[in-house]
């Protein structure tokens, strides 16, 4: 399987992209675990474009807090799912003049619990809850099994990549989650 970005120059798709490899699993509830560190993680997708400007206050067991802020690029694969990512590292400066950018923005909060990073959402998606494991190799992720626990794996429902949720209000998400038998309440007070 070829990755390649239509936007880059022939032969360049890799030179700064590399393949995303990651699965995500649509969990029922949260994952028992000790929870390492968790981000508060603030994401804006940026009109007309596959760029995603994110602010993340990274905050350890121990009460240590940090921001990071990256400028990401995702290049799905033509038939869905991870494909190539590109990120840039920025100062909160370089963040916050991006940020005027028009933009759809998603809210939600990352549970470390390794190997798994999960994801629960915030207004309007509260009550999503997805878990998300990244690997080294495309042998590690083919290898890794299917977790008891998911309620079905979402990594190449496009559906559930933050592209598609950031535009998904909460009528569209209760049904959605209907669909893998999860009820949510219609008004955003979780499951």
């Not at 994952?31 to 009109?47: F, H, Q, V």
């Not at 100062?91 to 923005?105: F, W």
């Not at 042998?139 to 977790?147: D, G, Q, R, W």
């Amino acid at each position: 399987m070829s990755l390649e970005n239509p936007s880059a120059p022939p032969g360049k798709s890799g030179k700064y992209a590399r393949p995303e490899l990651e699965r995500r699993f649509l969990l029922a509830g949260m994952l028992p675990g000790k929870i390492e560190r968790t981000a508060e993680i603030t994401d804006r997708y940026l009109d007309g474009t596959r760029l995603r400007l994110r602010r993340m206050i990274v905050r350890t067991a121990e009460g240590d807090a940090r921001a990071f802020y990256k400028l990401t690029q995702k290049v799905p694969l033509p038939q869905g799912g991870p494909g190539l990512i590109t990120t840039v590292y920025l100062s909160e400066d370089e963040h916050e003049r991006l940020a005027t950018v028009p933009a759809l923005v998603l809210a939600k909060t990352r549970f470390s619990i390794p190997p798994f990073g999960v994801d629960a959402f915030g207004p309007p998606r509260e009550g999503l809850l997805l878990a998300e494991a990244e690997f080294e190799s495309h042998v590690e992720m083919h290898s890794f099994a299917v977790p008891s626990w998911a309620i079905a794996e979402v990594t190449n429902d496009p559906r559930f990549s933050g592209g598609c949720l950031v535009a998904t209000g909460r009528a569209e998400i209760v049904t959605l989650l209907r669909g893998f038998g999860i009820a949510l309440e219609p008004s955003g007070n979780g499951p």
